[in-house]
Every structure is written in structure tokens, then in C-alpha cells.
């Protein structure tokens, strides 16, 4: 069976539909649910997306986890969030595979 982060990355890489993600999701046991409303990725945003070697070259939609029991989809270009800046609060970007941690509105790399 697969962990949370796994399921996550599956379905920021496009591997998994939402459905099949929140499928995975329940099996876990978890408690974290997909919401179609919320975190819906589009076909044109999956091809978008892309991670590359250092966290300012990702670009295109991912997962913000912030602790608060949901997950915000987010846009990120060059690496910066641009509708998000968490200030000084812990957050993660689950994105194109990847798992970043998120500075004010920058992606580093996860700690």
C-alpha cells in the first residue's frame, strides 16, 4: 500500500485521477480527501506542469498541505507561488512529483 505522499505525487504527476487519488486516500485511512471543487488539475494544467533539478524551476499547479486538514491547489511559476505567501507558517508544495517546502511564497527544498 502506498503512504500519503506517494498518492500525492502519483496524482501531481497525473498518474492518478482525483477519484483514484481519494480511493488510495480511504484505503489509507487517513482522513484527507481531494476536493473536486478544490484541487481538481485540468489536462491542459497537468501539461503545464513541470519540476526540474533545483525547486526555482518548477512551474505549473500543485497541493499546498498547511496543516489544516485540506490541501489548496496553487500556481507556481519560476518556482514562487503567486496567489500564496504563507509568511513565517510551516507549508508543503506537493507538485509534478515533488514535495517542496514552502517560505513566504518561495518552494525550497523540503526539510
Same mark, same amino acid.
Given at each position: 500500500?502506498? $503512504?500519503?505522499?506517494?498518492?500525492? #505525487?502519483?496524482?501531481? /504527476?497525473?498518474?492518478?485521477?482525483?477519484?483514484?487519488?481519494?480511493?488510495?486516500?480511504?484505503?489509507?485511512?487517513?482522513?484527507?480527501?481531494?476536493?473536486?471543487?478544490?484541487?481538481?488539475?485540468?489536462a491542459q494544467e497537468l501539461l503545464e506542469t513541470r519540476a526540474g533539478?533545483?525547486?526555482?524551476?518548477? $512551474?505549473?499547479?500543485?497541493?499546498?498541505? #498547511?496543516?489544516?486538514?485540506?490541501?489548496?491547489?496553487? #500556481?507556481?511559476? $519560476?518556482?514562487?507561488?503567486?496567489?500564496?505567501?504563507?509568511?513565517?507558517?510551516?507549508?508543503?508544495?506537493?507538485?509534478?512529483? /515533488?514535495?517542496? /517546502?514552502? /517560505?513566504?511564497?518561495?518552494?525550497?527544498?523540503?526539510?
Amino acid at each position: 500500500m502506498k $503512504n500519503l505522499e506517494e498518492i500525492l #505525487h502519483d496524482y501531481t /504527476r497525473g498518474e492518478k485521477t482525483l477519484e483514484e487519488a481519494n480511493k488510495a486516500l480511504k484505503e489509507l485511512g487517513c482522513g484527507l480527501t481531494l476536493d473536486p471543487a478544490r484541487n481538481l488539475f485540468s489536462a491542459q494544467e497537468l501539461l503545464e506542469t513541470r519540476a526540474g533539478e533545483t525547486p526555482d524551476e518548477a $512551474n505549473g499547479w500543485g497541493l499546498m498541505d #498547511h496543516g489544516v486538514g485540506c490541501l489548496e491547489k496553487v #500556481h507556481v511559476v $519560476n518556482g514562487r507561488t503567486v496567489d500564496v505567501d504563507m509568511g513565517q507558517e510551516t507549508a508543503y508544495v506537493y507538485i509534478a512529483g /515533488r514535495k517542496y /517546502r514552502l /517560505r513566504g511564497d518561495v518552494l525550497t527544498e523540503a526539510d
